[in-house]
């Protein structure tokens, strides 16, 4: 059984940091992509960041470019998120998702895990 198991969210203040977890399980990710997407309350589900397990090269949105890193740890199976500068607007539900393809299309994504909340207060 595939799982995606995400960590790390909180509440922060504005300009703080927080790291996002997701552990990996029931399969082997090697060939895949791996994202983290958001979903603020009233807003679709949104791409934050890909990495490609095997090569580590990653991919951001303009909008988290320079303040927040992808990458991943092979020994643990996990991969993590380091958001840094964090703003009001960064507040949402976190997820960590699987997708065969290398893509930042949240349809393309086969598996996700349950979400970690991000709070950010001014």
């Known amino acids: 059984q595939v799982q995606l198991i995400e960590s790390g969210g909180g509440l922060v203040q504005a300009g703080d940091s927080l790291r996002l977890s997701c552990a990996a399980s029931g399969r082997t990710f090697s060939s895949y992509a791996m994202g983290w997407f958001r979903q603020a309350p009233g807003k679709e589900r949104e791409f934050v960041a890909r990495i490609r397990w095997s090569f580590g090269s990653t991919y951001y949105a303009d909008s988290v470019k320079g303040r927040f890193t992808i990458s991943r740890d092979n020994a643990k199976n996990t991969f993590y998120l380091q958001m840094n500068s964090l703003k009001p607007e960064d507040t949402a539900v976190y997820y960590c998702?699987?997708?065969?393809?290398?893509?930042?299309?949240?349809?393309?994504?086969?598996?996700w895990g349950q979400g970690t909340q991000v709070t950010v207060s001014s």
């Open positions: 998702a699987a997708s065969r393809v290398l893509t930042q299309d949240r349809s393309l994504y086969e598996y």
